[in-house]
Structures are given as structure tokens and as C-alpha cells.
């Protein structure tokens, strides 16, 4: 996948992370969805949960499908977060001159919740089909304006976005960066690494002091 570098210095995410990072930031809306699904009682439903047969899911295909999508890509995140961030190999060797928080507006990604908490349910697949075209376009506004990764599943996972200008050695050219920092990003003499993988800079943990 390729990667290109914007006119800030910026390298873009590649497509299928892009895609990977949305959607784990709407895994409590499809948790909220299959909670909805639930129905008691002697309502007409599609599938038992063997566990109560009082309860049923009414749409498990959409209920469990979406949930369990967005459930793989927090998974996903996760292990990302474990592996990239706790490596030593690799990456460079650069001095932090400058670092300021890249903060958003968190109305981008509540829009949907608020969608599915009020208007949305699985009743039928005119509904689901048109929600779905909804979080696509939602998915391509968030990545046109690169807010993709001020996803707030993050700030759960402790990762935090900073805007970086880092130089490698004195009377380099600097580069400013957007990376990911697990915890809070702080200015030092020492020297920190910087690493990038499809498109995701990120600074390793062992390398911060």
C-alpha cells in the first residue's frame, strides 16, 4: 500500500488501516445495536439464546455481523498497540524539538451514536442498507478531512495524537510529524525513536523518558 506525504510532512494512512481504526471507534454503537436487538417475551423472533430462552436476538445476522466486525478491528487495535508500540527494532533516532497535542471535534464520530440510539434499529434491511450508506460516507468525510485518527477508542487505549517537529542531528533538515504516543508526550534532551508503518507514525514506548 502506498504512502504519501502531505504539504505539512504528514505521511497518510493507508486505506485498509483507515478502515481498520473507524471502525473499532464504533464498536460501542454496535454493542448498543445488538443490546436493542434483544427482545423477551413471546415476540416473534429469528434466533434463542440458549443461555435464557426468555431472551431473543431478532436480527442476528445484522446484529451479530456488525458487532462482531467492529469487535475485530478493536481486536485488531489492540494487538497493534501491544506489538508496534513495545518493539526496540527498527525506526530512527530523532530529538523532539517541538510537540503539541492534536486535539478534535468529538461531534464528527457521536453523530452515528446518536443515529443509532434515537432513529436506528434492524427492523428491515432498507434500514440497515441505509445505514450502512451513512457510515460509508461518514467513514470518507472522516478520512477527507484526515480525522481518522482522533478515533476515541484511542483515549480508552491510552494513545494520544501529537504533532512533532523532530530533527536527527544538529543542522538536519526538521520534519514535523503527526504520531501516536501511548500516554502523555513530554520534551526531553533525550534522544527518542520514531517508527511508521503503513502510513501510522508512532514513538516507541521503551524510547521515551
Known sequence: MSKEKDKSGQISTSFFIDIIIF??????????????????????????????????????????????ISFLCLILLIFLRKYLFSS???????????????????????????????????ESWQQTAAFLI??????????????IMLNPMFLLLN?????????RMAGERKETVDVLSIGDLVLSESIVKIKQVRGVSFILENSKT
Open 134 to 147: 451513512f457510515m460509508f460516507f461518514m467513514f470518507l468525510f472522516l478520512r477527507k478531512d484526515e480525522s
Open 88 to 122: 526496540d527494532r527498527g525506526g530512527r533516532s530523532v530529538v523532539l524539538i517541538s510537540c503539541k497535542r492534536v486535539r478534535g471535534d468529538m461531534l464528527n464520530f457521536t453523530i452515528p451514536f446518536l443515529v443509532g440510539l434515537i432513529g436506528f434499529n434492524y
Open 159 to 167: 494513545l494520544k495524537l501529537y504533532r512533532v517537529e523532530s530533527q
Open 23 to 68: 471502525v473499532s471507534s464504533y464498536f460501542p454503537l454496535f454493542l448498543i445495536l445488538l443490546v436493542k436487538d434483544i427482545k423477551s417475551g413471546l415476540m416473534c423472533c429469528t434466533l434463542k439464546i440458549e443461555t435464557n430462552p426468555d431472551f431473543y436476538l431478532c436480527h442476528p445476522w445484522w446484529s451479530f455481523g456488525l458487532f462482531g
